[in-house]
């Protein structure tokens, strides 16, 4: 079992930086892909971008390629989300999750807002 935490949200103006963190507090997540996902208000929660165990794989939602990055920090339990030309519609609230290579996203994190004014 995996118990993640993320970090790092906050109030950024358009255009600035945000580096999101997931630890994992309990258990090691080296064995399964990471996902960030972003719920803006009143919506669902959708995927941004996932990051496969190894680190040498990882998917972007079309709205933020180019603007955000995952990597990850095997060593420290850590996965990062960097994002960069922040938009107001990438408010939301973000979560990190794992799920192993053949399963549904099953660990989840608590959230992190992450609001920029438009």
């Known amino acids: 079992q995996v118990q993640l935490v993320e970090s790092g949200g906050g109030l950024v103006q358009a255009g600035g930086s945000l580096r999101l963190s997931c630890a994992a507090s309990k258990g090691s997540f080296s064995n399964y892909v990471i996902g960030w996902f972003r719920q803006a208000p009143g919506k669902g929660r959708d995927l941004v971008a996932s990051?496969?165990?190894?680190?040498?794989?990882?998917n972007y939602a079309g709205s933020v390629k180019g603007r955000f990055t995952i990597s990850r920090d095997n060593a420290n339990n850590t996965v990062y989300l960097q994002m960069s030309s922040l938009k107001p519609e990438d408010t939301g609230v973000y979560y990190c999750?794992?799920?192993?290579?053949?399963?549904?996203?099953?660990?989840w994190g608590q959230g992190t807002q992450v609001t920029v004014p438009s």
């Open positions: 999750a794992a799920r192993r290579a053949d399963s549904a996203y099953e660990y």
């Open positions: 990051i496969w165990n190894s680190g040498g794989s990882t």
